[in-house]
């Protein structure tokens, strides 16, 4: 599709999903905390849920609507937002129903759901691009996949629950204090869609859609990579809200585990990206060459985004909601002032340096409250666990950057792994309890709880 409708196509979706957290307005991390706590009142969570749900999905598509014509954008774009506003109404009840078995710990459904569903998408849209290239009909391939999953998941949960489960409910006690519950997740989400997203508007403002048609090559190469914390939290999350009154020990185990993994897991994908960057955007055509140097900054964000991950579960799950919005409000604070002063300045990577500075900034401030949670917990320990991975790291990328003088980094790939791996053993990164559990992994269902 080239740059230009590129940029087009990730601003209307850019908009549709910076309000999709209207949309949702936290209920969905109400319910699975609510379910995990207390899962005998499931029927009247899910209800309840629904009844708030459904106003605040109005409200998302109003406010993506009327986005489109504030900023000034042409017909063809707003039209594509309309069409994009289909995929938020079926994406915002998916979550819901995907959010109530998360809270019973039935992720299989999820796992099935979320791959069926991407690969309906992707089908279509290979078809579209093939056949006939189209912005409007490259949206509805979304739609596709969110249709699917929005089927599955509602008739999962009225399965295991009952088909009068779907029904909403409004109770106007209860729902205020459902709704109350649910504001500072809200919240916590807007300002995180709205530092994750405002760039690109900004991007297009200063620069024009083909900057953005650049940019979100560098983004999606980058972001697609958190569907690794978003399964793993998924499990994550449940598990810290049951132990947080009970096992403080097991806490600290579950947290610790937590981080090493994520570690672990963002490293290669970091060192890797930044290695291989201006070889691989190429393989989205000789347009966006531009999009190397870009990634090449931006793909380190990854770390504190997939470190903050399970600091972010622990503060949730320890009702620690609101210190949570209050970092992410800082965070989206200083990433619009820099996006503003850096676009200007340094162009599309001056994005990516906002980025980097403003994640980092929020896992740094949201590790400082771990130890209120985790008595006793030493921050320092965590800096030595992860220095030796982040070291490996550093080795894969060398090793990889030598060998593309010599192979095409297709054929890199595989021994970039194998150097990460015995670094891994090398400095001793992966702790004896840790390989055990990579072993078990393979031999039975895992489980994020301590036997």
Same mark, same amino acid.
């Given at each position: ?5 590129? @940029? ?21 991390? =109400? =319910? ?26 109005? $409200? ?5 609507? @009327? ?6 954008? %042409? ?14 109404? +079926? ?7 995907? @959010? *109530?078995?998360?809270?019973? /710990? ?9 791959? *069926? ?5 992707? $089908? ?18 979304? *739609? ?6 929005? +089927? ?11 088909? /009068? ?27 995180? #869609?709205? !530092?994750?997203?405002? %760039? ?28 690794? &914390? ?6 994550? !999350? ?8 009970? %096992?403080?020990?097991?806490?600290? /185990? ?39 140097? *870009?990634?090449?900054?931006? =793909? ?7 470190? %903050? ?14 210190? #949570? ?24 990577? @001056? ?25 006793? !917990? ?8 992860? $220095? ?14 030598? $060998? ?7 054929? =890199?790939? &595989? ?12 400095? #001793? ?23």
């Amino acid at each position: 599709m080239m740059p230009e409708n590129t @940029g087009v196509y990730f601003l209307a979706l850019s908009i549709t999903t910076i309000f999709s957290v209207v949309a949702d307005f936290g209920i969905t991390s =109400v =319910v699975i905390r609510e379910i995990a706590r207390f899962p005998e009142q499931t029927v009247s969570i899910i209800r309840r849920a629904l009844g708030l749900k459904i106003p605040f999905l109005f $409200l998302g598509i109003l406010g993506s609507l @009327g986005a489109g014509f504030f900023l000034g954008y %042409d017909p063809f774009l707003r039209s594509l937002i309309v069409i994009a506003c289909f995929v938020l109404t +079926l994406d915002a009840f998916s979550l819901l129903y995907y @959010g *109530v078995l998360r809270g019973q /710990h039935r992720l299989q459904y999820e796992s099935l759901g979320m791959f *069926v569903g991407q690969g309906i998408t992707a $089908l279509f849209g290979s078809i579209v691009l093939f056949f006939s290239p189209s912005l409007p009909l490259l949206i509805i391939a979304l *739609v596709t996949g969110s249709g699917f999953n929005v +089927l599955f998941s509602a008739s999962r949960v009225a399965h295991l629950y009952g088909i /009068h489960c779907l029904f909403p409910s409004w109770q106007k006690e209860t729902s205020l204090l459902f709704l109350r519950a649910a504001f500072p997740f809200a919240l916590a989400a807007i300002f995180v #869609k709205i !530092y994750s997203y405002t %760039d690109s508007i900004l991007i297009a403002k200063y620069l024009g859609t083909e900057a953005v048609g650049i940019y979100s090559v560098a983004y999606k190469y980058t972001y697609a990579f958190q569907f690794l &914390p978003l399964a793993f939290v998924a499990a994550l !999350y449940p598990g810290l809200s049951e132990l947080i009154e009970k %096992d403080l020990v097991a806490l600290r /185990h579950i947290f610790e585990k937590a981080m090493w993994y994520m570690a672990v897991l963002a490293t290669p994908i970091v060192f890797g990206l930044w290695a291989i960057a201006s070889p691989v955007v190429r393989l989205a055509g000789e347009g966006y060459t531009n999009s190397g140097p *870009v990634l090449a900054i931006l =793909v380190f964000v990854l770390l504190p985004i997939f470190l %903050d991950y399970p600091i972010g579960s622990l503060l949730n799950a320890a009702y620690r909601q609101s210190t #949570k919005t209050v970092i992410m409000g800082a965070t989206m604070s200083i990433n619009v002032f820099l996006n503003i002063w850096f676009i200007p300045l340094f162009g599309v990577p @001056g994005a990516a340096i906002a980025a980097l500075v403003s994640f980092t900034f929020m896992f740094f401030a949201g590790l400082f409250f771990v130890p209120k949670i985790i008595p006793g !917990y030493p921050l320092w320990a965590l800096g030595k666990m992860c $220095l030796p991975i982040f070291l490996s790291g550093g080795v894969m990328a060398i090793v990889a950057k030598f $060998l593309l003088f010599i192979f095409p980094f297709w054929a =890199v790939i &595989p021994f970039a792994a194998l150097t990460y791996l015995a670094m891994l053993f090398i400095t #001793k990164s992966i702790p004896k309890e840790y390989q055990v559990s990579i072993q078990t992994f393979w031999q039975k269902e895992p489980s994020i709880y301590v036997e």
